[in-house]
């Protein structure tokens, strides 16, 4: 049995591809013209599937300038060649050609009722994480999913450890355990470390809890464990003061990070009130160093809060990234590590957060711990 080819489409395909259109489903179909744009759109990659010669299936990619979120707009397997993987073979076509345009996640929206194309999803890792109510033509909703999609350089097998945060509040102490695992190999985090670190480091307050950590209370607690950081922060602080509602806890957070910062001083941490650049840090990496890095958390974790990441590589193209916001079972162990490379590109609008256009970077090269 022949398996599917996938290459792109062409105009010689439109009448196949409004065939399979019909074939495929009853509401909802791409229009002879709306492929002819498709196909001359810079924004769009139309894939066929080809099996005997046939296209047997197709699937639209959409992109659009500035977002590093592609879409899956449709995708379609002829209904006479069940059981040949087409479905598959094209889904993971469209998840190479996102990554090849430098999109680390894929989106899609799939009708509630279509349970084979569900199955698939689920199967080839993507998320549930909203719908869409009445959405097709005949009412129906749209479930919406969405993948992560991880390049897999050969880095990646040798990736430093990594360890989860274990509350919303803590990517931060997570990111400092990954740090000192990186600078010694021997290391092994006693129970409860996280959340001494957490103490150590934290400023922030925020509404409905505890609340994370500050670029200065950062750097002060790797130092004290031993770590030789370097900070790269945009603008002199404080920071987050967004985060508290109350005239009291910005007071408070204030003062607390001036404390910091003057003991990164009398530590002697270097303290650079620029960003680090790209070519830096991307220099620093490829000698070994690495970093720890205040990302926006609606581009990582949907939430509009800083968030800390642990970059600890690059290879070709991509930067090599530990985020300690791992998905949890029930008892709170991470179901996977959340490892992945990402375009340079997207790392770049990662690493703004707020609208003071904050940047912050730790980072460290190894040595021996005092």
């Given at each position: ?35 002819r744009r498709f196909l001359a759109s810079p924004n769009a990659a139309l894939l066929v599937a080809e099996v005997d010669g046939r296209v047997a299936g197709y699937a639209l990619l959409l992109f659009h300038a500035g977002h590093a979120i592609a879409r899956l ?295 021996p711990l005092s």
């Amino acid at each position: 049995m022949e398996s599917a080819t996938v290459r792109p489409a062409a105009a010689a395909d439109i009448e196949a591809l409004i065939a399979l259109e019909h074939a495929a489903f009853s509401t909802d179909r791409i229009s002879p013209r709306s492929f002819r744009r498709f196909l001359a759109s810079p924004n769009a990659a139309l894939l066929v599937a080809e099996v005997d010669g046939r296209v047997a299936g197709y699937a639209l990619l959409l992109f659009h300038a500035g977002h590093a979120i592609a879409r899956l707009y449709s995708i379609a397997a002829s209904p006479g060649l069940a059981g040949r993987r087409i479905g598959a073979t094209l889904l993971d076509a469209a998840e190479e050609a996102a990554v090849a345009r430098g999109c680390p996640r894929l989106r899609l929206e799939v009708h509630e009722r279509n349970a084979a194309a569900i199955a698939l999803y689920r199967k080839s890792g993507y998320r549930e994480f909203g719908r869409h109510p009445h959405y097709y033509e005949d009412r129906g909703h749209a479930l919406r999913f969405e993948k992560r999609l991880q390049p897999r350089p050969a880095a990646l097998r040798d990736a430093p450890p990594y360890f989860h945060q274990t509350s919303e509040f803590t990517c931060g102490p997570a990111c400092i355990m990954m740090a000192l695992a990186w600078a010694d190999p021997s290391f092994r985090p006693s129970p409860g470390l996280e959340f001494r670190l957490w103490r150590e480091a934290t400023t922030i307050f925020t509404t409905s809890g505890p609340g994370g950590c500050d670029p200065y209370g950062m750097a002060v607690t790797l130092k004290r464990h031993g770590l030789a950081p370097e900070l790269h922060v945009s603008h002199a602080g404080p920071y987050f003061l967004d985060s508290a509602r109350s005239a009291d806890k910005r007071r408070i957070m204030g003062m607390a990070q001036g404390e910091f910062r003057r003991q990164a001083e009398e530590l002697k941490i270097p303290i650079h009130l620029a960003p680090l650049a790209e070519s830096a840090l991307i220099g620093e990496l490829q000698k070994g160093g690495a970093a720890i890095v205040l990302v926006s958390g609606f581009r990582m974790i949907r939430r509009r809060v800083p968030h800390w990441v642990f970059v600890f590589g690059r290879e070709g193209r991509y930067v090599l990234v530990h985020d300690p916001a791992a998905l949890r079972d029930e008892e709170g162990n991470a179901l996977a590590a959340e490892t992945y490379a990402v375009p340079p590109s997207e790392f770049d609008r990662m690493t703004r957060y707020g609208r003071d256009d904050l940047r912050a970077a730790i980072l460290m090269r190894k040595g021996p711990l005092s």
